[in-house]
């Protein structure tokens, strides 16, 4: 499975972006997908993550509100749309698409948010 993120970039505070995520070589449907993202000097954190069906969602505390998670799995593709952006939300942002023996990553798409 490859996955590739895209959308990020540089915005200021209060703004939106959207990340998407491209996912080949399998079914998306088959995998349940996360978006992680790992900001300067901290560790890689869980930001929201998506069931196979898009049925059950999670977004963390420091998210939640702000950020929604959705994925067609027609198009094999995932988004993080992301509102009310803070500059504590600058990170490399990662998507991740896991089953119950495979964990895969995509390599990463770079957001700024100034202050």
């Known amino acids: 499975v490859q996955l590739q993120a895209s959308g990020g970039g540089l915005v200021q505070a209060g703004g939106s972006l959207r990340l998407s995520c491209a996912v080949s070589g399998r079914t998306l449907s088959n995998y349940g997908v996360g978006w992680f993202r790992q900001a300067p000097g901290k560790e890689r954190e869980l930001v929201s993550a998506?069931?196979?069906?898009?049925?059950?969602?999670y977004c963390a505390d420091s998210v939640k509100g702000r950020f929604t998670i959705s994925r067609d799995n027609a198009k094999n593709m995932v988004f993080l749309q992301m509102s009310s952006l803070k500059p504590e939300d600058t990170a490399v942002y990662y998507c991740?698409?896991?089953?119950?023996?495979?964990?895969?990553w995509g390599q990463g798409t770079e957001v700024t948010v100034s202050s």
């Open positions: 998506i069931s196979r069906s898009g049925g059950n969602t």
């Open positions: 991740n698409a896991r089953d119950r023996f495979n964990n895969y």
